[in-house]
């Protein structure tokens, strides 16, 4: 079979030599790639770094190897389109439908998904016209990843950064995959929690769970590929963060309640992946608990944390926002999960069966998601992203 053919388009910013190793991965993972950069990303990465990594020779002008029409071809034999970095100038002309040289060009002629990843300092990110921008190109279904939160050139840091290629990667292959030009969750904000809270005995102690945050991560991803603006609220991962996602670092259920609440005021729709502890211990203890050599340790009280899969079903942030529940059980799956979904008022209840070696920390999963409508759909074992596609399918279908 033919392989995927990806047009890398590389912009003048200083992130440019990052666009190697997002050019390297696809490469290596059996995509035909062809760089198209501008004549400002020639000042920060030559020529001929890219025809050796790519194997095809490199132009920014609309001129050269004029018979072949690559102003037009390039973009109609793509099954893909990414620019990365995409500079705030860039945007502007995609916007636009400004074409005076080959990348624009073969923006404007290309018809299959196109992905940006912009890189720029934060006050042009955040610039009105920049926004605008950003927004109609993801009105006409272009996938406009955030860009990260970190150090940008000399001693700025802020939001602008050029997320991780390994990530700006991830959120390629899943648009590949899916091969739809017009994003289902574009214009959508969604919110997702992931990982495990922990509740804290003592300075150096806790209770907690064997939540690795793998499956909300993956749901997260999930949903940037497909358009929507991303929240993700993680408590305890360790986990890089994903490409194009806005992620709220928390450690115990009271905090991410805060998070959630807070971020599910706009939110069309909210995902509840995270293992959240249903006890904390009554009170901390300011020193270390020690052991006393004969004697017992005193029991630890526990109280209820917040159950805030019930709140925000109960009391919705905004009329038609679609909730969704996780339930993870070691017995009596389906049973316990269906009175779950009764009890917590979502929309949405994936149930799966966990325990110490299913589930928590592995790669794959296997669930039924249970909708309040009587709906059933079983989900077989598989990566963590096929089931983070079917839960965003269903979440679309009850969109308003």
């Known amino acids: 079979m033919d392989k995927p053919k990806v047009v890398l388009g590389v912009s003048g910013g200083i992130a440019a030599y990052k666009a190697c190793e997002l050019l390297r991965r696809l490469t290596e993972s059996g995509h035909d790639v062809r760089v198209v950069p501008t004549a400002s990303a020639l000042h920060f990465v030559g020529a001929a770094t890219w025809s050796a990594l790519s194997g095809h020779?490199?132009?920014?002008?609309?001129?050269?190897?004029?018979?072949?029409?690559?102003?037009?071809?390039?973009?109609?034999?793509?099954?893909?389109?990414?620019?990365?970095?995409?500079?705030?100038?860039?945007?502007?002309k995609a916007a636009h439908g400004l074409a005076d040289d080959l990348l624009t060009n073969t923006l404007l002629t290309a018809r299959c998904p196109v992905v940006f990843a912009p890189a720029m300092h934060t006050e042009m990110w955040e610039h009105p016209a920049t926004q605008e921008n950003v927004a109609t190109l993801r009105r006409r279904g272009a996938v406009v990843i955030e860009p990260a939160v970190g150090r940008l050139t000399g001693v700025d840091t802020g939001k602008g950064r050029l997320p991780d290629p390994a990530e700006i990667f991830e959120v390629c292959r899943r648009v590949l995959a899916?091969?739809?030009?017009?994003?289902?969750?574009?214009?959508?904000?969604?919110v997702v929690s992931a990982g495990g809270t922990r509740e804290p005995l003592d300075p150096v102690r806790f209770l907690g769970n064997r939540s690795s945050g793998k499956q909300g991560y993956a749901l997260a991803r999930t949903?940037?590929?497909?358009?929507?603006?991303?929240?993700?609220?993680?408590?305890?991962?360790?986990?890089?963060?994903?490409?194009?996602?806005d992620v709220v670092q928390v450690g115990t259920a009271v905090q991410l309640?805060?998070?959630?609440?807070?971020?599910?005021?706009?939110?069309?729709?909210?995902?509840?992946?995270?293992?959240?502890?249903?006890?904390?211990?009554?009170?901390?203890?300011?020193?270390?608990?020690?052991?006393?050599?004969?004697?017992?340790p005193e029991p630890i009280v526990l109280v209820r944390n917040p159950d805030i899969l019930a709140e925000i079903s109960a009391d919705r942030a905004r009329s038609g926002q679609v909730v969704v529940g996780f339930a993870a059980e070691t017995d009596d799956v389906l049973a316990n999960g269906r009175r779950k979904l009764e009890r917590k008022g979502c929309d949405l209840l994936v149930v799966n069966e966990v325990g110490e070696r299913k589930t928590?920390?592995?790669?794959?999963?296997?669930?039924?998601?249970?909708?309040?409508?009587?709906?059933?759909?079983?989900?077989?074992?598989?990566?963590?992203?096929?089931?983070?596609?079917?839960?965003?399918?269903?979440?679309?279908?009850?969109?308003?």
């Open 360 to 400: 928590f920390g592995s790669e794959e999963n296997e669930a039924v998601v249970l909708g309040a409508d009587g709906s059933e759909k079983p989900v077989p074992h598989g990566p963590k992203e096929a089931l983070a596609e079917i839960v965003w399918d269903l979440v679309a279908g009850r969109l308003v």
């Open 257 to 296: 309640r805060e998070a959630v609440l807070k971020a599910a005021s706009d939110a069309d729709a909210v995902v509840m992946a995270a293992a959240v502890a249903d006890f904390r211990p009554a009170t901390y203890a300011a020193g270390k608990i020690k052991k006393k050599d004969g004697e017992d």
């Open 223 to 245: 949903a940037a590929a497909r358009g929507a603006r991303v929240t993700l609220i993680a408590a305890n991962t360790g986990l890089p963060d994903p490409a194009g996602v």
């Open 178 to 190: 899916r091969g739809v030009t017009e994003p289902d969750l574009r214009g959508r904000h969604v």
């Open 57 to 92: 020779p490199v132009s920014t002008e609309v001129w050269d190897d004029v018979h072949e029409v690559p102003h037009v071809r390039i973009g109609q034999q793509a099954d893909l389109v990414v620019v990365a970095p995409a500079t705030a100038d860039t945007l502007a």
